[in-house]
């Protein structure tokens, strides 16, 4: 399974962005590939003062072009995260998109970013969003992958929850500032990757300079031995990755961690998805 990673630079509304995202993909089709991701928030800059201002529903315009572009190209499209809007609250969502270009899942980013560090990056998302409540996963002809947003992967519960439910691999469009991106960002990525033996992708903005919220970029993949496959520096750049699940399944009889744990001593709990 091929990945095209887009790390483009978020433009200061969703209609240049669309085209932005038009571009690239267009650009990225001169090489074959399965699955196309886009960052975290790339329909409006990552701020919250946008999101209520450019907050969308699941049948949007925005959306329902990118659904077309996917039908258009026969790929799957992991749309990075826009504001949603439902009901009273906005949340920070994923949708993704098949071939056909049908909807066939979203996710909610279920753990908000409120950070305030002391000479460093002050952010606080629960000031206008609303957490999610779902563990995403979806099927592909490849094998089930697995979605969380940004400042999901903190959390190792989230990420072994995934794997569980029988995630070959894990995309997360993400922002991680400069702060916590030179700090934690490949970590994290590893980290994940090597604790569930599993494929990661991280895919970010590109690094503005004159945003309110700097990007660290470095758009990203691991594999399940914890290595890096590909990082990008901070410029507007399209990565190519290939996640090969046979050898995910070798890691795994070679080294069966995931079949090691202790679960009469300890367990972790196989959540259903719930939606």
Request: with cysteine; hydrophobic share 40%; aromatic share 12%.
């Amino acid at each position: 399974m091929k990945l095209a990673l887009i790390q483009m630079q978020v433009k200061s509304t969703p209609e240049e962005n669309l085209a932005k995202a038009k571009t690239l993909l267009a650009k990225a089709t001169n090489e074959k590939f399965d699955i196309a991701v886009f960052p975290e928030m790339f329909a409006c800059p990552y701020d919250n003062s946008c999101f209520p201002r450019f907050a969308m529903d699941k049948d949007d315009p925005f959306l329902l072009e990118i659904g077309a572009l996917a039908k258009e190209y026969g790929i799957y499209i992991v749309a990075g995260s826009v504001p949603e809007k439902f009901k009273d609250n906005i949340y920070n969502t994923s949708f993704v998109f098949d071939p056909k270009g049908r909807r066939v899942e979203k996710h909610r980013k279920m753990h908000l970013f409120d950070i305030d560090v002391e000479g460093g990056q002050r952010f606080m998302e629960s000031d206008v969003l609303t957490p999610g409540e779902d563990f995403t996963t979806f099927d592909t002809p490849w094998g089930k992958l697995g979605l969380m947003i940004c400042y999901d992967i903190r959390f190792p519960e989230l990420a072994r929850l995934l794997a569980l439910q029988g995630a070959k691999g894990i995309i997360v469009p993400a922002a991680f500032n400069m702060t916590t991106g030179p700090a934690h960002w490949e970590l994290s990525f590893r980290a994940r990757a090597l604790d569930n033996q599993l494929y990661m992708a991280g895919v970010a903005p590109a690094r503005d300079v004159n945003a309110s919220y700097i990007s660290w970029g470095h758009t990203i993949s691991t594999d399940p031995w914890g290595r890096v496959q590909v990082q990008l520096e901070e410029k507007e750049e399209i990565a190519f990755v290939e996640w090969d699940f046979e050898y995910l399944e070798k890691v795994r009889r070679e080294l069966p961690l995931l079949n090691h744990r202790r679960t009469d001593l300890y367990s972790l709990s196989d959540i259903s998805n719930n939606k």
